[in-house]
T-cell receptor, first 114, second 115 residues
C-alpha cells in the first residue's frame, strides 16, 4: 500500500466520453503532480500543483484539465480524448521545502481510448 | 531542455551476479539524483538517492555513485535476486521557484535476473 492512491486502476473510454482520474495522498505533502507514462518514452510531466496552486502546465492539450481542491486530492478531467492518449497516468506528491524532496508515486491509472 | 540518458535499455544477468545501470544528465543545476524501481502493475518506487555533495552511497546490496564533473551517475546492484527484476529509472532533479521538484527521468532499464 503506497501513501498515494489512484482510482480507477483501469479505464476504457470512447473518444466522446468524459471521465475523471482521482489521486489522494496520505503523506502530508503539499505538492502534487500528474505524469504520463508511455512505452519506450521517459515519464512526461503534465501538471504540477504546489500549495494548491498550479505552477506548471507542460503544453498539455486542453482535453486534459487538472483540478486540485486541497493539498491531499488531485483530479485529472478527461474529455474528447484521442487514441494516442492511451497510456499509464501516474500521480505523485512531494514536500515543498528546499531541495531534494523525492517524489512518491501512486500505482497509476491505465487508460485506453477506443 | 534538460535531458537524462540511461543505458542499457535492457539487461539480463544470472542470479548472484552484479548489475550496473548508467545515466548522464545535461542540467548543471541538478543537485539530487533519485533512482526508482517499477514493478509490473505498480508505480515507480524510490529505492535510493544521492545528493550532489556526495560521491557515493550504499544501502545493503544497492549503491549509487555520482561524478558531478562528468555529469554521470550509476546504480550498482550486487548479488542480484529474482525479485530485483523490474524496470529501473534514474532521474536528475532540482528545486524550482514554487518549491516543487523539477525532475527529468531517464528512459528506463528493464532488468531481468535469471534464476
Amino acid at each position: 500500500e503506497t501513501g498515494v492512491t489512484q482510482t480507477p486502476r483501469h479505464l476504457v473510454m470512447g473518444m466522446t466520453n468524459k471521465k475523471s482520474l482521482k489521486c489522494e495522498q496520505h503523506l502530508g505533502h503539499n505538492a502534487m503532480y500528474w505524469y504520463k507514462q508511455s512505452a519506450k518514452k521517459p515519464l512526461e510531466l503534465m501538471f504540477v500543483y504546489s500549495l494548491e496552486e498550479r505552477v506548471e502546465n507542460n503544453s498539455v492539450p486542453s482535453r486534459f484539465s487538472p483540478e486540485c481542491p486541497n493539498s491531499s486530492h488531485l483530479f485529472l478531467h478527461l474529455h474528447t480524448l484521442q487514441p494516442e492518449d492511451s497510456a499509464l497516468y501516474l500521480c505523485a506528491s512531494s514536500q515543498v521545502q528546499g531541495d531534494n524532496s523525492p517524489l512518491h508515486f501512486g500505482n497509476g491509472t491505465r487508460l485506453t481510448v477506443t | 531542455g534538460e535531458n537524462v540518458e540511461q543505458h542499457p535499455s535492457t539487461l539480463s544477468v544470472q542470479e548472484g551476479d552484479s548489475a550496473v545501470i548508467k545515466c548522464t544528465y545535461s542540467d548543471s543545476a541538478s543537485n539530487y539524483f533519485p533512482w526508482y524501481k517499477q514493478e509490473l502493475g505498480k508505480g515507480p518506487q524510490l529505492i535510493i538517492d544521492i545528493r550532489s555533495n556526495v560521491g557515493e552511497k550504499k544501502d545493503q546490496r544497492i549503491a549509487v555513485t555520482l561524478n558531478k564533473t562528468a555529469k554521470h551517475f550509476s546504480l550498482h546492484i550486487t548479488e542480484t535476486q529474482p525479485e530485483d527484476s523490474a524496470v529501473y529509472f534514474c532521474a536528475a532533479s532540482r528545486g524550482v521557484s514554487g518549491g516543487y521538484q523539477k525532475v527529468t527521468f531517464g528512459t528506463g532499464t528493464k532488468l531481468q535476473v535469471i534464476p
